[in-house]
Nanobody, 125 residues
Framework: QVHLVESGGGSVQPGGSLKLSCAASGRAFSSDAMGWIRQTPGGEREFVAAISFRTGNTFYHASVEGRFTISRDTIENTVYLEMNSLQPDDTAVYHC??????????????????WGRGTLVTVST
């Protein structure tokens, strides 16, 4: 079983920045991609970003394009999410996940290889 552990959440003011990390451990990691899915205070689950471990290709939701950057360390099986120009609408629990890019974009937890417990990001004045 693959375990995903997120870190780096916190509280920032609008316009601020945070960097999230997610480390995968456990059985041999073989997922096609890793990514971030967030759950808003209203309960909505939204795809944020994903990265292919093989190609390095990245995928973003339109609302974060140009502000967030996803990257990976294939040796450490770690993925990062650098978030800039944060806005109150970015407030959510950010879950790290692993699977195919399409399943990450669909945000169906049961279709994914692994799902982290999440880290809270709060953006407010």
């Amino acid at each position: 079983q693959v375990h995903l552990v997120e870190s780096g959440g916190g509280s920032v003011q609008p316009g601020g920045s945070l960097k999230l990390s997610c480390a995968a451990s456990g059985r041999a990691f073989s997922s096609d991609a890793m990514g971030w899915i967030r759950q808003t205070p209203g309960g909505e689950r939204e795809f944020v970003a994903a990265i292919s471990f093989r190609t390095g290709n990245t995928f973003y939701h339109a609302s974060v394009e140009g502000r967030f950057t996803i990257s990976r360390d294939t040796i450490e099986n770690t993925v990062y999410l650098e978030m800039n120009s944060l806005q109150p609408d970015d407030t959510a629990v950010y879950h790290c996940s692993a699977g195919t890019v399409i399943n990450l974009q669909l945000t169906i937890e049961t279709s994914l290889d692994a799902w982290g417990r999440g880290t809270l990001v709060t953006v407010s004045t």
